[in-house]
């Protein structure tokens, strides 16, 4: 059974760091991914990483966040820094088995979704 167990999570000031991880189980994933929800808004990408390590950002987060994935220990991270508000969200990890384009990562075409852990960023 796959499993997405999301940590990190939670309330820090403008301007500081917080890093959210992500831990995958059942299988191993070609890409995994993260995206945002803030309340009354669309779902937003912000990051994906492939196997290999090539990477994509949102340029809403580019030069801020970084991405990456330990493959031995099959979990996720993203660092995010500089935070400003609207960084506040409920930030979700997806995984995808199969490969696929960068395009369609961006896009959000995954095969599993964590269970979201919410990043508030105040003033």
């Known amino acids: 059974q796959v499993q997405l167990v999301e940590s990190g999570g939670g309330v820090v000031q403008a301007g500081g760091s917080l890093r959210v991880s992500c831990a995958a189980s059942?299988?191993?994933?070609?890409?995994m991914g993260w995206f945002r929800q803030a309340p009354g808004k669309a779902r937003e990408f912000v990051a994906t990483?492939?196997?290999?390590?090539?990477?994509r950002y949102a340029d809403s987060v580019k030069g801020r966040f970084t991405i990456s994935r330990d493959n031995v220990k099959n979990t996720m991270y993203l660092q995010m820094n500089s935070l400003n508000f609207e960084d506040t969200a409920v930030y979700y990890c997806?995984?995808?088995?199969?490969?696929?384009?960068?395009?369609?990562?961006?896009?959000?075409?995954?095969?599993?979704w964590g269970q979201g852990t919410q990043v508030t960023v105040s003033s």
């Open positions: 997806e995984a995808r088995a199969a490969f696929t384009s960068m395009s369609a990562l961006v896009a959000g075409k995954y095969d599993y």
């Open positions: 990483i492939a196997s290999s390590g090539n990477a």
């Open positions: 059942g299988r191993t994933f070609y890409a």
